[in-house]
């Protein structure tokens, strides 16, 4: 098994850390598990995972998901899921970072941060490519950010 202060395991993509606690291989492709932290204003863009549910467990921190329309912030203790096929995003909120556990099921979805991380690739710089990646994962991405979201409808983002 693999855990969170692991530094074999431990990477950081577009300033997030990931720590795969548990990988596919370790539960015969059941789920993987990732300890994931971002700093304040982080999210990924609007996507659906085809392939996996995901929920995460706020850890530290606090964080602002959007899932098919509505919008809903976590605090430590709490969580969301999201089933595959839903589309969604997330933006950590507030002033300091947000640590919370990833939960795929099924496993196998957590090698998209690691191979972004080993390539180095940047959101918007290098869309393509990371587009490309994401189709081997069964991860479609399907519009901006959450604060970018949030600007188009002319909303506060602060």
């Given at each position: 098994?693999?855990?969170?202060?692991?530094?074999?395991?431990?990477?950081?993509?577009l300033g997030t850390s990931y720590s795969?606690?548990?990988?596919?291989?370790?539960?015969?492709?059941?789920?993987s598990i990732v300890d994931s932290v971002?700093?304040?204003?982080?999210?990924?863009?609007?996507?659906?995972?085809?392939?996996?549910?995901?929920?995460?467990?706020?850890?530290?921190?606090?964080?602002?998901?959007?899932?098919?329309?509505?919008?809903?912030?976590?605090?430590?203790?709490?969580?969301?899921?999201?089933p595959r096929g839903t589309e969604h995003?997330?933006?950590?909120?507030?002033?300091?970072?947000?640590?919370?556990?990833?939960?795929?099921?099924?496993?196998?979805?957590?090698?998209?941060?690691?191979?972004?991380?080993?390539?180095?690739?940047?959101?918007?710089?290098?869309?393509?490519?990371?587009?490309?990646?994401?189709?081997?994962?069964?991860?479609?991405?399907?519009?901006?950010?959450?604060?970018?979201?949030?600007?188009?409808?002319?909303?506060?983002?602060?």
């Amino acid at each position: 098994m693999s855990f969170a202060d692991n530094g074999d395991d431990c990477v950081e993509w577009l300033g997030t850390s990931y720590s795969r606690m548990l990988s596919a291989e370790d539960t015969g492709g059941a789920m993987s598990i990732v300890d994931s932290v971002g700093p304040p204003g982080s999210g990924p863009p609007r996507h659906v995972h085809r392939g996996a549910d995901e929920t995460f467990v706020m850890l530290s921190g606090e964080a602002e998901f959007w899932m098919a329309g509505e919008t809903v912030v976590k605090q430590v203790g709490e969580s969301v899921f999201v089933p595959r096929g839903t589309e969604h995003t997330f933006r950590v909120t507030g002033d300091k970072p947000s640590r919370h556990l990833v939960i795929l099921t099924p496993g196998g979805f957590d090698g998209f941060f690691y191979e972004m991380a080993a390539r180095s690739l940047r959101i918007p710089e290098d869309m393509e490519a990371v587009t490309e990646a994401a189709q081997r994962y069964q991860l479609e991405f399907t519009g901006p950010p959450l604060g970018a979201m949030q600007q188009e409808k002319g909303r506060d983002v602060s």
